[in-house]
């Protein structure tokens, strides 16, 4: 790894990402990717001045088959003729596997600069294609095949902190039973919201057994609640694996702003969440790919800069939701009983398998 003070941090973008459409009136346009760049070295220009923009290069089909079955992807190549549809959310317009294929060469690329240079940045997290499926929003699945790469050219921990308020249960269904992949998802209780995974119960099997983490969020959780389950699961997880990378992956659907999810992080938490792993990857000097593409309603962008602010550690005065959302007293108290609940439950059924529980 190089020294993070004589760089600027890479950025995988292409304005070919655009193509990643799901069409009018869907929650998921590509103008954000371009939008957000725009914004960024707009508002923020001495943060735009320290990244590296680099432009990836469309993963090509043999490595999309490290995530995905021969005959899933041809199938997705066939719906993308007739505009047909993977799931009822999910549609093949012309021209979105072309994106889809440039995303996951820019998480590739974002996974191995950060292996070389210490961090790197991109637009990613299409956590919800599995084996031979594709699902909300998800065509390929880009971290599933960037780990995979790692994993082929001689790595032995990845660990994948899934951040996203959907439960990725696209990458938890490619590495259920694989011991070197570490997969911690962090989401809202999918008793309560899509794709219905994720419960405390799904550890994993075989050999991966212990190595897949859901941690299920009540609804209406804010910093507080996170950053316990954080500090009482995820870091000590961290520490005893020992990752050789670490992928962070999720957008701003964590907001309480968001129009599809159900989760309380306030901006500024969002920026400590994100904020918290990279200042715990530095400190080890273990290398994190960090990547952002979810997100919906009217605040997407602002989350994707607060977490580009936690990440970085660099001062950005960002625009704070007019609308504030209160928890009464009573209210917190429950939420922090639910998780409570959650927490010792979730040590309970890992204790098997980590002696820090």
Not at 27 to 49: A, H, N, W, Y
Request: with cysteine; aromatic share 10%; proline share 6%.
């Amino acid at each position: 790894m190089t020294d993070e003070s004589s760089r600027r941090t890479p950025l995988f973008y292409h304005e070919d990402f655009a193509g990643y459409d799901f069409g009018a009136n869907h929650p998921f346009r590509g103008d954000r990717f371009k939008r957000f760049i725009s914004e960024l070295e707009t508002r923020f220009p001495s943060v735009f001045q320290s990244l590296d923009i680099r432009h990836p290069e469309p993963a090509p089909i043999e490595l999309l088959e490290k995530a995905h079955t021969r005959a899933y992807i041809e199938r997705v190549y066939l719906l993308e003729k007739r505009r047909g549809f993977l799931s009822v959310d999910t549609q093949i317009l012309p021209g979105s596997i072309d994106a889809a294929r440039l995303i996951v060469g820019g998480t590739v690329a974002a996974a191995k600069a950060a292996i070389e240079e210490g961090i790197a940045l991109g637009f990613g997290g299409l956590h919800h294609a599995g084996p031979d499926y594709g699902e909300g929003f998800c065509i390929f699945n880009d971290i599933a095949v960037a780990a995979k790469v790692l994993l082929d050219e001689g790595l032995e921990r990845v660990m994948l902190i899934d951040t996203d308020a959907h439960q990725g249960n696209g990458t938890m269904d490619i590495f259920y039973n694989d011991p070197r992949v570490l997969f911690v998802s962090i989401h809202q209780d999918p008793a309560t919201i899509y794709p219905g995974r994720g419960f405390v119960g799904e550890i994993g099997s075989g050999d991966g057994a212990g190595f897949t983490v859901n941690i299920p969020m009540p609804m209406l959780a804010g910093g507080r609640l996170y950053h316990r389950a954080m500090e009482e699961i995820v870091f000590p997880l961290l520490d005893a694996f020992n990752p050789q990378i670490i992928i962070r992956y999720g957008g701003s659907d964590p907001l309480y702003t968001d129009t599809l999810t159900n989760l309380g992080l306030e901006m500024d938490q969002l920026t400590e969440l994100t904020g918290s792993i990279a200042t715990l990857a530095r400190e080890r000097r273990t290398p994190l790919a960090d990547l952002f593409l979810s997100g919906y309603g009217p605040y997407v962008l602002e989350g994707w800069l607060a977490i580009i602010k936690g990440t970085l550690g660099v001062e950005m005065e960002l625009r704070e939701p007019e609308e504030k959302r209160y928890l009464a007293d009573e209210k917190m108290k429950e939420l922090e009983e639910r998780l409570d609940e959650t927490l010792e439950r979730l040590k309970y059924v890992l204790e098997p398998y980590w002696k820090i529980f």
